[in-house]
């Protein structure tokens, strides 16, 4: 046995002493490290808080009801760059089917391929009577349609210039040029261009309720009225709507009686153009059954 010239006692001790030595070495060496700054991590302390470098802000609303949307103002900024896009704030109507009875040249009716844009007496303010060679004038109660047209392209400015064609059922549900006992009539259908406002004015009756439909009326939007004689110009189709509440004013009336039962077979949720929402294609209505009624609505497009 090999002998040690210790006892066990400072054998202990002398243990005890390397051993707290070590602990304080290593506390010395981690309290060192803190104080260094961290290295190869891409940025300050504030950055790695935020993870960014530079700044990036956005301000700004959008609202959309139907299919599309035009944006208010913003402001972008990434380090020193801006950039800042202004328009105004509208939504763009929806894009609808024009319907099996447009009488634009995209269909046939009972003769052959019908086409009244390219008529003469077709731009007109006044629909009730039928224009060209045909007679007849479409009876109901007497309804005014202000469209008030603006460009949410251009920061929702009145789209001055453009033209709208609009079409619509008599007040027992039939489309002239179409429907049995009207093919020979076209009242009802007329284009209009707007004035330096976007405002466009069609006098016209109030629409029946058919079968299978809430109550509307269908228009196209061109840029121009020249381009309105075709249809392959169009840059817009869609339909507009009547409160509920007129619609039942309307159809007690004499004349109207099978839209009472139509009406009562649909709502607003039910019918396959509106059922996804209408707010943006609902007119609103003045007046009353005795004096007619005035419907307008701003229709907002993309162009």
Not at 42 to 50: H, I, K, L, N
Not at 103 to 109: H, I, K, L, Q, V
Not at 165 to 188: A, F, H, I, P
Not at 230 to 254: C, D, G, H
Request: aromatic fraction near 8%; proline fraction near 3%.
């Amino acid at each position: 046995m090999e002998h040690h010239g210790h006892s066990l006692e400072e054998d202990l001790q002398t243990m005890l002493q390397a051993t707290t030595g070590r602990r304080q070495s290593l506390r010395w060496l981690l309290a060192s490290a803190a104080s260094l700054p961290l290295l190869g991590c891409g940025g300050s302390s504030s950055d790695a808080a935020t993870g960014t470098t530079g700044t990036s802000t956005s301000t700004g609303t959008s609202t959309s009801t139907g299919t599309s949307t035009s944006t208010s103002t913003g402001t972008t900024t990434t380090g020193t760059t801006t950039t800042t896009t202004t328009s105004g704030s509208c939504s763009v109507i929806p894009e609808e089917t024009g319907g099996p009875y447009p009488a634009d040249g995209t269909n046939s009716n009972s003769s052959g391929v019908v086409n009244v844009l390219t008529q003469s007496g077709v731009v007109r303010s006044d629909l009730r009577s039928s224009f060209g060679s045909m007679s007849g004038t479409a009876a109901g109660i007497p309804l005014t349609i202000k469209l008030h047209i603006v460009n949410a392209n251009a920061s929702c400015a009145a789209a001055n210039a453009f033209a709208v064609y609009l079409w619509q059922c008599d007040r027992d549900g039939n489309y002239s040029l179409y429907s049995s006992g009207v093919t020979n009539q076209n009242y009802l259908r007329g284009v209009q261009e707007a004035d330096a406002n976007g405002d466009i004015v069609f006098t016209t009756i109030f629409p029946g309720c058919y079968s299978g439909r809430m109550p509307h009326v269908h228009f196209e939007v061109y840029s121009t009225l020249a381009k309105a004689a075709s249809a392959s110009n169009r840059i817009k189709t869609s339909q507009f709507t009547f409160p509920m509440a007129t619609l039942n004013e309307v159809y007690a009336t004499s004349g109207y009686s099978a839209s009472v039962r139509n009406l009562a077979q649909i709502s607003y949720a039910s019918d396959n153009v509106f059922g996804d929402g209408y707010s943006l294609q609902l007119a609103t209505i003045t007046g009353n059954v005795t004096d007619g009624y005035v419907a307008t609505l701003t229709v907002a497009i993309a162009a």
